[in-house]
Nanobody, 125 residues
Framework: QEQLVESGGGLVQAGGSLRLSCAASGRTFDTYAMGWFRQGPGKEREFVAAITWNGGAIDYADSVKGRFTISRDPAKNTVYLRMNTLKPEDTAVYYC??????????????????WGQGTQVTVSS
């Protein structure tokens, strides 16, 4: 059974850093684009970052550009989200997702077929 498991969330002060990990199992996601989304309190789930299966294309939401970095390690079937200079507005549950989008990255939720359970990130001011 396909499974995505996020880890690395927690409580951090504004200006701090965290690295989220998403471990995939149950199938090979080598040819899948991987994305990170987040859902803050009372908000809809929103796109954060995505990377194609070969790392050839990457996209970020404007709100995290220059602060967050997405990467993947195919050998470990894992995708990462390095988050620097965190702000209170980054507080959310962060979700990992996999989608068969081919050669393109996508910021659209419906393009992703598999989702993790999420990991909480809380940034205190």
């Amino acid at each position: 059974q396909e499974q995505l498991v996020e880890s690395g969330g927690g409580l951090v002060q504004a200006g701090g850093s965290l690295r989220l990990s998403c471990a995939a199992s149950g199938r090979t996601f080598d040819t899948y684009a991987m994305g990170w989304f987040r859902q803050g309190p009372g908000k809809e789930r929103e796109f954060v970052a995505a990377i194609t299966w070969n790392g050839g294309a990457i996209d970020y939401a404007d709100s995290v550009k220059g602060r967050f970095t997405i990467s993947r390690d195919p050998a470990k079937n894992t995708v990462y989200l390095r988050m620097n200079t965190l702000k209170p507005e980054d507080t959310a549950v962060y979700y990992c997702a996999a989608g068969n989008t081919g050669w393109r990255v996508s910021s659209v939720l419906n393009d992703y077929d598999y989702w993790g359970q999420g990991t909480q990130v809380t940034v205190s001011s």
